[in-house]
């Protein structure tokens, strides 16, 4: 395969989210939630055993969107799958900025979630796949 390069841009992420989920619709209604995640490494330097945050913005699409804004609340442990995203704007004061988030295509929910009548379920199996839609993100 002479000349042919592979890319690959591919997210696996297991976590707590650090913020609720905020779903918003676009202008031709389409459901987008975003939220905050944590992911944690250990290790061990020396004889000591060390933890290293990462904080991510995770945006999602779709019913996923919609399933996340309504089971995931922040504390949640979640599985995320999905691609590395940079994003650029301009502030209304004119300052450029930008940051780098995950666009999810998968949310599998590890954490128990209230059922209407206070009883608990196990949310491990609710895993949706859906391919995200590209448009303005409404945050």
Known sequence: MAGVRPEINK???LGNLTRDPELRFTANGSAVAGFGFAANRRYKQNDEWKEEVCFIDITVWG????LC???????????????LNF???????????????????SVQFL????KNNGAFETKS?????KP????????
């Open 63 to 66: 019913k996923l969107a919609e």
């Open 87 to 105: 994003r650029s704007w301009e502030t209304e004061q004119g300052q450029k900025r930008s940051k780098h988030e995950v666009v999810a295509t």
């Open 11 to 13: 997210v696996f992420l």
């Open 69 to 83: 804004s309504e089971y995931l609340n922040k504390g949640s442990s979640a599985y995320v799958e999905g691609r």
């Open 125 to 129: 199996d609710s895993t949706i796949e």
């Open 132 to 139: 995200e839609t590209e448009g303005d993100v409404p945050f």
């Open 111 to 114: 954490s128990k979630v209230p």
